[in-house]
């Protein structure tokens, strides 16, 4: 995995190579730049991922850099540092885009917390981004004909233009996150805010931070006030993917906030209203985490107050050769190469195979095999499924129950990998999280556990 770079502007030399040695000695790369001009012939030729700069600079402000560096890269956030602190800067500094306003001398650490942070934030946001993005129609999560897409797609018209809150349920790479962008740019508050935050795996303390932001000196690094989310998706449309990982200690603040539309930063003690709506989704059964003490019932009964169910793939195996062809299209756009068909073997395999992954494994498999093959259309050889055993061929597996087939399925992925379960996540199309939660489900053990 590479690094992540961090453009660092400063014109005194001294202070920018302790600061650039200092985030070097703690796994980032650093470019350097003394000026507005170099700073920006950097940027124009590199891929930064966070940009620290002081306020003033030789050839301008930081202030005048921004809007320029803004515009090259909207998502990349922006530090500003100054030995003359003001609070009329600052705010300035963070309504014109800027993430955070430090005032010199900047503590090496606190800096260092700040930037893991945005860069965490980023990396979630591009996750998200690129799930939606790379699934087939991005806003058209009912591509098929299918008697269950049809009516999947006929109840969520019915619920576009209410305001209750919708929990979508299903499978891993089924689609939740494009069925929730498609309600809200097809509802009634299409052209306000839609914010995303993927619950699973965050820490409590994260979680809390990116849903309800902080007051400055909240916590440690919390140098500056951050909005959270629910202040971001005001008037708009608030998505929590996998909510049934949330930590039981932030379920209550955000019932809170649902019920009473109101909510508290971190450290703050003011009520702060809002107004959303809420979809949510999950791949757990959320009545049994609820009978488990592991989710609040009344959560549970607000956020499922309209539910959705998006059918795996296995239910649905008439769409596959069209939602293959579709994601084909897409992948052959942006690898720039000729459009590419699927022989008829190929679409016999595919309608074989399983799919727990579902869609997003039927596209991690189409995105291998078009990087690996090498005539004018995919064979089924191309595909890598003919590798795993029972598919493709009848054998005693392929009459077993689906729960002991899925079982089967990802201990021999599990095998294949060595028990590498990150790699066995990827190439089941799963997040590691859900993987473990899976294999804890079907009593799944490795070597390595």
Same mark, same amino acid.
């Given at each position: ?76 956030? !922006? ?21 955070q306003f430090l005032t010199k001398p ?105 849903? !309800? ?25 608030? !998505? ?54 592991? !989710? ?31 994601i084909l299209r897409g992948i052959c ?117």
């Amino acid at each position: 995995m590479s690094k992540p770079t961090i453009l660092l502007i400063e014109d005194d030399s001294s202070v920018r190579h302790g600061m650039a040695a200092f985030l070097r000695a703690n796994g980032m790369d650093v470019d350097e730049a003394e000026d507005c001009r170099q700073a920006l012939a950097i940027f124009q030729s590199g891929n930064q991922d966070v940009v620290v700069a002081d306020y003033s600079l030789p050839d301008g402000t930081s202030l005048d850099l921004m809007p320029q560096i803004k515009r090259l890269s909207e998502e990349t956030p !922006f530090i500003i540092l100054t030995a003359h602190g003001s609070i009329d800067l600052a705010v300035r500094a963070i309504k014109e885009g800027a993430e955070q306003f430090l005032t010199k001398p900047v503590e090496s650490k606190a800096l260092l917390v700040l930037v893991r942070r945005l860069l965490q934030q980023r990396r979630l946001r591009n996750r998200q981004e690129v799930a939606i993005r790379e699934q087939p129609g991005a806003l058209n999560p009912f591509q098929g004909t299918s008697a269950v897409i049809r009516q999947l797609e006929e109840q969520a018209r019915r619920m576009l233009e209410w305001d209750s809150p919708i929990l979508v349920l299903g499978e891993t790479g089924a689609g939740k996150g494009v069925l929730a962008h498609w309600i809200h740019v097809n509802g009634p508050r299409r052209e306000e805010a839609f914010v995303n935050l993927n619950c699973a795996g965050l820490t409590r303390e994260l979680l809390e931070s990116e849903l !309800f932001g902080f007051e400055r000196g909240a916590f440690t690094g919390a140098v500056a006030a951050k909005q959270g989310l629910l202040e971001v998706g005001h008037r708009g449309v608030v !998505f929590l993917d996998e909510i049934g990982d949330m930590d039981p200690a932030i379920q209550p603040k955000l019932l809170k906030a649902l019920e009473e539309k109101t909510f508290r930063r971190l450290g703050d003690v003011r009520d702060r209203h809002v107004d959303i709506r809420l979809i949510a989704s999950t791949n757990l059964n959320l009545e049994e985490a609820v009978k488990a003490k592991k !989710f609040r019932d009344d959560l549970y009964y607000r956020v499922s107050t309209l539910t959705l169910r998006i059918p795996p793939l296995r239910e649905r195996s008439e769409d596959i050769p069209l939602l293959a062809q579709l994601i084909l299209r897409g992948i052959c756009n942006r690898m720039g190469k000729d459009q590419v068909k699927l022989r008829a073997d190929a679409q016999a395999l595919l309608l074989k195979y399983p799919w727990p992954g579902n869609i997003r494994e039927l596209a991690n498999v189409l995105e291998r095999a078009m990087i690996l093959q090498k005539g004018e259309q995919l064979e089924a050889s191309d595909l890598g499924l003919l590798e795993r055993p029972s598919f493709g061929t009848e054998s005693s597996d392929s009459l077993l129950p689906l729960r002991d087939m899925e079982r089967l399925h990802i201990e021999r992925v599990l095998q294949r990998t060595r028990g590498n379960v990150t790699e066995a996540a990827q190439i089941l199309g799963m997040v590691r999280r859900t993987l473990y939660d899976r294999m804890k489900t079907l009593g799944i053990t490795t070597s390595k556990d």
